[in-house]
């Protein structure tokens, strides 16, 4: 279907009414327009502009591959999309078992700043030296947050529904984290499992 029309002084155009009917447009639709050329327009709707894209990405997409699936699952073992609770680390470090969770995925995560001095205390109580210390942790590359003033009020927030496990605010700061990144966080504790704080945990075994 073909028709004429002409461009005003506003630089609108009406199409005829025939054209309109045959491409099934109708008052209100939005379109895409697109220069194909010297002289020449390309009229199309959001639904067919879509329905091409998808037509061009199917000729290359191997039967059975989900894309979206696999992007959500890059997500969610990315390193930097974990948020690390001390005894996590702890266990990482002294080379305890590790069965529901890939251990290196922790290297890279995120911490509190008050879960790391969790982490720092302990080993100076086994009789680390300062310098050895740093020197293993440094080797895990954790992404330190600092504990603020938000973190500090989340944390508070946490403390009448982590009362009954017993949480204490190392606990509580690493959850607070989590929730605040919108990170699962990664622990040893089994209790958090049971938790219902509106933040993913993740129990290494």
């Known amino acids: 279907m073909a028709g004429w029309a002409r461009i005003n002084q506003q630089g609108r155009i009406v199409i005829p009414s025939e054209c309109r009917a045959a491409a099934g447009l109708k008052p209100g639709d939005e379109l895409m327009i697109e220069s194909v050329g010297e002289g020449e327009l390309r009229l199309r709707t959001k639904r067919q502009a879509i329905k091409e894209a998808q037509t061009i990405v199917a000729r290359y997409l191997p039967k059975g591959r989900d894309l979206v699936q696999e992007l959500i699952d890059e997500r969610r073992v990315s390193d930097a999309a974990i948020v690390a609770d001390a005894s996590a680390v702890i266990a990482l470090l002294v080379g305890e078992p590790f069965t529901r969770f890939d251990p290196l995925r922790l290297p890279g995560a995120a911490i509190s700043a008050v879960n790391l001095s969790?982490?720092?205390?302990?080993?100076?109580?086994?009789?680390?030296?300062?310098?050895?210390?740093?020197?293993?942790?440094?080797?895990?590359?954790?992404?330190?947050?600092?504990?603020?003033?938000?973190?500090?009020?989340?944390?508070?927030?946490?403390?009448?529904?982590?009362?009954?496990?017993?949480?204490?605010?190392?606990?509580?700061?690493?959850?607070a984290l989590g929730g605040m990144l919108g990170c699962p966080v990664v622990t040893a504790d089994r209790v958090w499992a049971n938790l219902d704080v509106g933040v993913e945990v993740v129990v290494i075994r």
Request: charged share 25%.
């Open 118 to 175: 969790q982490t720092l205390a302990r080993l100076r109580e086994i009789g680390m030296p300062e310098a050895e210390i740093g020197t293993a942790v440094a080797t895990l590359n954790l992404r330190v947050i600092a504990f603020d003033e938000p973190q500090a009020r989340a944390t508070a927030r946490l403390r009448t529904a982590t009362r009954h496990a017993g949480l204490s605010l190392g606990d509580r700061a690493c959850l």
